[in-house]
Nanobody, 127 residues
């Protein structure tokens, strides 16, 4: 069973950038679709971005609010997935979670399709 550990969160001013990391152990991330979700204060957890497992093409998928600002990538050597966040806005403030699973391509954005989760890392964007 793969295990995930997120890092890289913190406090940043609006307009700046931050990179989150999701390091995996116990299995190769390239075998899974790996996604980032976030949970803003008082709201439900929502999809942010995913990188599809290698066997299904390895493309990236993004939620509309982050398209053009965030980039997800996977380093197969380091067995780590990254989320590069640029142009950060206060509404990006949330706990960010890394998740791994094997959803169908049409279900990539569905939270319940992921069965392995990290502990989360807090991102706070100030004005």
């Amino acid at each position: 069973q793969v295990q995930l550990v997120e890092s890289g969160g913190g406090l940043v001013q609006a307009g700046n950038s931050l990179r989150l990391s999701c390091a995996a152990s116990g299995g190769s991330l390239s075998r899974y679709t790996t996604a980032w979700f976030r949970q803003p204060p008082g709201k439900e957890r929502e999809f942010v971005a995913a990188v599809i497992r290698s066997a299904s093409g390895g493309k990236s998928v993004y939620a509309d609010p982050v398209k053009g600002r965030f980039t997800i990538s996977r380093d197969n050597v380091k067995n780590t997935v990254y989320l590069e966040m640029g142009g950060l806005k206060p509404e990006d403030t949330a706990v960010y979670y890394c998740a791994a699973g094997s959803p169908a391509l049409s279900a990539t954005t569905y939270l319940r399709m992921y069965n392995t989760w990290g502990q989360g890392t807090q991102v706070t964007v100030s004005l």
